[in-house]
């Protein structure tokens, strides 16, 4: 069974930073892109940004130059490091592994809020 621990939401002022953590149990993890996806109140989950097993990343417009993925194969963690929050980064933030090598699986962690507001 997959299971996830998301960790690093919060509140925080226009301007300020936050680094959300997805840490992944099982042995998905380097099998696997993982990504951060979002969905405000009223709007549809939006993918925020890609890290691939290759360590290839992809950014919504949006948040690129300001948002950055990594992962620790390691620790089985994916981080999202989030600077210069805008209040329209505001959003319950989750999760994603899309597993990519053998039988294919899509995972989903619970989700952590994020809200910029002065």
């Known amino acids: 069974q997959v299971q996830f621990v998301e960790s690093g939401g919060g509140l925080v002022q226009p301007g300020g930073s936050l680094r959300l953590s997805c840490a992944v149990s099982?042995?998905?993890?380097?099998?696997?892109?993982m990504s951060w996806y979002r969905q405000a109140p009223g709007k549809q989950r939006e993918l925020v940004a890609t890290?691939?097993?290759?360590?290839?990343?992809n950014y919504e417009n949006s948040v690129k130059g300001r948002f950055t993925i990594y992962r620790d194969n390691a620790k089985n963690t994916v981080y999202l490091q989030m600077n210069s929050l805008k209040p329209e980064d505001t959003a319950v933030y989750y999760c994603?592994?899309?597993?990519?090598?053998?039988?294919?699986?899509?995972?989903w962690g619970q989700g952590t809020q994020v809200t910029v507001s002065s």
């Open positions: 994603n592994a899309r597993k990519t090598r053998g039988t294919p699986g899509d995972y």
């Open positions: 890290i691939t097993s290759e360590t290839i990343t």
């Open positions: 099982g042995s998905i993890f380097r099998l696997s892109a």
